[in-house]
């Protein structure tokens, strides 16, 4: 497996891999990777002849008071787990490669990037929405691969995919979780051990609405309100939201129809984490 740092050399794999007939699978990934990642690869490399996985902690996704800087990174980490799950690149550019410096064009979506993340994160979106569209234009694959943990993220690639054409297949993962339910995230290692255990109410709470709504609960405003309160009895943990909208198009309901998602994002401590489960078909997803 190689550490490859330029577009141009990317190219020159990808074309090389092509003029081969081979299938090239993507897995766009921030680095610091976990077992969630690693499962992403894993899929990656079942379904598709080559796997590249790009490593770059896109600075356009993070506003200026957000952990842009203090992001963890270890490369050499990272190249070993993506080699142990069957990749055949690691794409790690410089922001300087990524972004010219005169660089005036973005990918701005509204509808699915207004509610949830894109309240509280403004921007966020836009620059997830740039960096991917170059990552495809870059490694122009035919698959590729994004958790469910980021399940508006996943919803606004699709309609991204959908509205600009781009030819290649979104694979959508299921979240993995710690032993104790904790969803894995880069942004884990940020916990104190006393957070680490506060965490755990992210997933309490989630369950405990999975659990009214399989009683039959429908009024989202009961269902987000029991997500509040088992929130709340955690002294360390602060809400951002705790929403219920459908899914894909990420739109508040009042009452649950069709498909949806159940979403938390929670601060604990100075740490933002997020979680969530999909209903889709009336089968947690
Ligand atoms: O999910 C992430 O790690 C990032 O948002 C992504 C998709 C790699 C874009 O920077």
């Known amino acids: 497996m190689k550490v490859v740092n330029t577009i141009e050399e990317v190219r020159a794999i990808v074309k090389e891999w092509k003029s081969n ?13 976990h077992e969630g990642h690693a499962s992403l690869i894993k899929k990656a490399s079942q379904e598709n002849d080559r796997v590249v996985v790009s490593d770059f902690v896109n600075p356009t996704q993070f506003a200026p008071n ?19 799950n069957g990749a055949d690149i690691i794409f790690n550019p410089d922001v300087e490669e990524m972004y010219d ?20 994160r403004p921007i966020h979106f836009k620059g997830v929405c740039t960096v991917v569209s ?30 600009l054409n ?10 993995v979780r710690e032993l104790d339910g904790l969803a894995k995230s880069s942004r884990n290692t940020y916990l104190s051990p006393e957070e680490r255990k506060s965490a755990l109410v992210l997933h309490k709470a989630l369950n405990a609405v999975k659990k009214l709504i399989l009683d039959g609960e429908k009024d989202t405003r009961i269902l987000e309100e029991k997500l509040t309160q088992i929130i709340h009895t955690e ?8 929403e219920i909208v459908s ?11 069709g498909d949806f998602l159940v979403a938390v994002a929670v601060y604990i401590g100075r740490t933002r984490l997020i979680d969530n489960f999909i209903i889709e078909n009336g089968e947690e997803k």
Do not use: W
């Open 21 to 33: 007939g081979l299938s090239i699978g993507l897995v766009p990934t921030m680095g610091y990777l």
């Open 166 to 175: 781009f030819g290649v297949e979104i694979v959508p993962c299921p979240i």
């Open 101 to 120: 410096s005169k660089a005036v064009t973005f990918v701005n979506m509204t509808g699915p990037t207004e509610e949830l993340c894109g309240k509280s």
């Open 247 to 257: 899914f894909p198009d990420i739109v508040p309901l009042d009452y649950l129809k």
């Open 66 to 84: 957000e952990d842009f800087e203090s992001y963890p990174r270890d490369i050499e980490h990272d190249s070993a787990v993506a080699e142990e």
């Open 235 to 242: 002294p360390l943990a602060k809400i951002d939201y705790a």
């Open 134 to 163: 170059k990552l495809f234009n870059i490694v122009t694959p035919d698959k590729a691969y994004f958790g469910q943990k980021d399940a508006q993220q996943l919803a606004v690639i699709m309609k991204m995919v959908k509205d």
